[in-house]
């Protein structure tokens, strides 16, 4: 079985688990720019935090036979603090690397008009770009989030199905099934999706347009809820290759998109920080 992780945060996870995703079956993820939990001051520290997305934890990844890819963009919460908004006038450049395979995590945390100025120039920027588009929703209040995000993606004429609405669940997902978004589900230990709720929900909508992720960070979360929700759907009667639909070619689909996925079969060959095409580990 292979899996690809369409969103998870490395940088806050260990090598054990590298290994124990490698085990499972992860063979790709896709790291997006988040909140660190610990507040950034300045965008120097953002500037930081995106090389170590785009050469460090690549590295890393590579060593465990995993490739990695990164979304990047100022994250919702920290769209709120005016030290940070000039990382927007920074990403253009960031997003012509090699390795950024969309603009994210955007959309709202409080629904601030802050976050909605921010959402909507890092759509432009995607535009610019010609990257996809990963967006965070609202764990409070999670309609009227969705609601309020399908709209301005719409505002901005961004297509759907360059966009992936994220941390949906059986409240929201009809509203992103109806826009022709992509529909991300973030399976938890014990908040949000878990796998029966999930395969459940499979059910109900098919595979098409479908994205399960772990969104494994540094809370309480499990890098190997993918490999349970392909567990659970085989054991629930779906097939190997819905299985493969929905854990790696679905991601594959969304994030090729970019031009740039890279999924050689040998991960620890691939662009470096500076463009050349190096071997690792
Ligand atoms: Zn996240």
């Known amino acids: 079985m292979r899996i690809f992780d369409p969103h998870i945060h490395m940088t806050s996870r260990t090598t054990d688990d590298y290994q124990r995703m490698h085990d499972a079956g992860v063979r790709a993820v896709v790291e997006p720019a988040f909140w660190l939990g610990q507040p950034r001051t300045s965008v120097g520290s953002f500037l930081d935090y995106f ?11 590579a060593q465990y036979g995993i490739h990695h890819h990164c979304a990047l963009a100022l994250n919702p919460k920290e769209a709120n603090d005016p030290r940070c908004a000039g990382v927007l006038a920074e990403l253009p450049r960031y997003l012509l690397k090699d390795s950024v395979v ?14 909605e100025r921010a959402f909507e120039a890092q759509l432009a920027l995607a535009r610019e770009a010609d990257l996809p588009v990963l967006v965070h929703t609202p764990h409070r209040d999670k309609a009227a989030g969705v609601r309020r995000t399908l709209h301005v993606v719409r505002d901005a004429g961004t297509p759907p199905e360059r966009v992936l609405i994220d941390h949906l669940n059986e409240v929201t997902v009809g509203m992103v099934a109806d826009s022709g978004c992509w529909m991300g589900f973030s399976i938890y230990p014990d908040t949000k999706m878990d796998p029966d709720r999930m395969v459940a929900l499979l059910k109900e909508y098919g595979t098409d347009r479908v994205l399960v992720n772990s969104a494994a960070d540094w809370g309480r979360s499990d890098p190997l809820k993918t490999r349970e929700v392909a567990d659970v759907m085989l054991a ?34 691939g662009p470096d920080h500076a463009g050349n095409t190096i071997k690792r580990g």
């Open 51 to 61: 090389d170590a997305l785009l050469g460090w934890e690549p590295y890393r990844a």
């Open 102 to 115: 969309a603009v994210g995590e955007v959309g709202y945390d409080s629904m601030t008009a802050e976050e």
């Open 236 to 269: 629930t009667g779906f097939g190997e290759d819905e299985v493969d639909r929905v854990l790696w070619r679905n991601p594959v689909a969304f994030y090729g998109q970019s031009g740039r996925l890279d999924l050689d079969p040998d991960p620890r060959v």
